[in-house]
């Protein structure tokens, strides 16, 4: 095979896959939004799963074995079939067995093919186990984050679905669906309810449900993006594609920048410090600091900070009226926000003890450095996917942007500001 057709069956297949899979989210975040369910479920560490999880799995893991046949399908995904395989989860497990079957019926919609016969209980069980491989340095590896984002998912509001592709250790594709991504950029500021609008907004119809999934494969030097299809439409590639490219913005102060919603399993405090040490956060970030030590030192922080705007040296900055706020969004629709150029900077550094998975992060990598960006962690290191499930040896977080400029002026920013972090 020609160097330039490597891996195109895996990246055609992977993309109609995860359409469907964006398809059966939908679905299923629908249902969740318009009637009470109990069919959200906290894990061990308190993060929420929902069927969409275990169906979404399940179907991409039936996938990829049935199309990659003869193929050793390596698949590593966060969800497991412990919860579903217990004996108070037969209604959990029987919503899950629908839902996959329901998707998979589809299937010829994006020219796949359907199973014979719809798949039983113990069947969608072992499609689910099946993605139980830890990866590593050798043979290809498969890497699935099923909803990306669950938090947002059950609200409403952003979530991905993730797949990519490990060979050798190393990322060759990465598909990213964001079923929810809106056409307007300013829209991602907010964290509003999937039936909320704002003042003078179009309707949810014209700006959410449109969706998209991103993809690229490494080397070509470009990253592709293309609608979800709706209703009966059938899918037929390209899909009405188009080349997607990272912003041209070089100067931090012109910069937006993202980071995770949760504080769980993100430091804000050092991100927001180091925000400002670049010019990224205006008076907003500036006035969040300021209350954040006023309140730690007992002082009321809204009179203090109408007593500071008299100051001559902070009289300006305090009073500009556009204050920058970083865009907060769920998953990895900040990587997707990065690769088409709506925003510029992703700055991720976890709290002490919380370990990055791969599938976190892999599909979204290959997206933005094939659309001209960069993504390392703290020390300018390429981030290593070679080492099992966690992204082992990270210096400290993981730093996208739109360019190496951009980049080089963030770490240096990361290296001034570290030492009078509270890391």
């Known amino acids: 095979m020609e160097e330039k057709d490597k891996y ?35 894990k061990d560490d308190d993060s929420p799963v929902t069927i969409a999880d275990w169906s979404v799995q399940a179907t991409v893991s039936w996938l990829l074995s049935e199309f990659l046949e003869g193929q050793n399908v390596s698949i590593v995904a ?14 959990l497990l029987a919503a899950v067995v629908d839902t996959v079957n329901e998707c998979l019926a589809d299937a010829p919609r994006y020219g796949l093919w359907s199973p014979k016969k719809a798949l039983g ?16 340095a050798k043979g290809r590896h498969w890497v699935l984050d099923p909803v990306d984002g669950t938090l947002g998912f059950v609200r409403g509001d952003q979530y991905a679905v993730a797949l990519a592709l ?10 990213l669906g964001c079923p929810n991504y809106p056409m307007k950029k300013e829209l991602l500021n907010y964290n509003h309810q999937r039936h909320q609008t704002l003042p003078g907004s179009p309707t949810p119809s014209n700006i959410w449900e449109k969706g998209c999934v991103m993809y690229a494969r490494r080397g070509t030097g470009q990253a592709w993006m293309q609608p979800l299809i709706h209703g009966d439409t059938k899918f037929e590639w390209p899909n009405s594609a188009r080349l997607v490219q990272v912003s041209p913005v070089v100067d931090p102060s012109l910069a937006t920048f993202c980071e995770p919603v949760e504080k769980a399993n993100s430091n804000h405090s050092f991100t927001a410090g180091l925000a400002i040490s670049m010019g990224l956060w205006t008076m907003y970030g500036l006035r969040m600091m300021i209350k954040k030590m ?3 030192l007992g002082f009321d922080a809204v ?8 100051l001559p040296h902070l009289h300006e900055r305090i009073k500009l009226e556009c204050w920058k706020k970083p865009m907060r969004v769920h998953s990895m629709v900040k990587y997707a926000a990065i690769a088409r150029g709506d925003a510029e900077i992703f700055i991720k550094f976890a709290r002490s003890g919380y370990k990055e998975k791969i599938w976190d992060h892999a599909a979204g990598v290959v997206i933005i450095e094939e659309a001209g960006g960069v993504v390392t962690d703290a020390g300018g290191r390429s981030l290593d996917f070679s080492r ?16 190496l400029a951009l980049h080089e002026k963030i770490i240096g920013a990361v290296y001034a500001s570290w030492d009078s972090s509270n890391l």
Do not use: P
């Open 294 to 296: 006023l309140s730690a």
């Open 388 to 403: 099992g499930v966690y992204l082992e040896g990270l210096d400290r977080g993981i730093i996208a942007c739109s360019g």
């Open 8 to 42: 195109g069956k895996e990246l055609d297949l992977a993309v109609r896959i995860v359409h469907m899979a964006c398809s059966l989210c939908q679905k299923v975040q629908r249902r969740l939004l318009s009637t009470a369910s109990d069919q959200v479920l906290a």
């Open 303 to 310: 009179t203090k900070l109408r007593g500071l705007n008299n």
């Open 166 to 175: 490990i060979e050798d250790g190393k990322l060759v594709l990465g598909v």
């Open 121 to 136: 209980t113990s069947e969608i069980l072992e499609a689910i186990r099946r993605c139980n491989s830890t990866g590593g």
């Open 78 to 91: 966060e969800e497991d079939a412990q919860t579903l395989s217990k004996s108070d989860a037969a209604n």
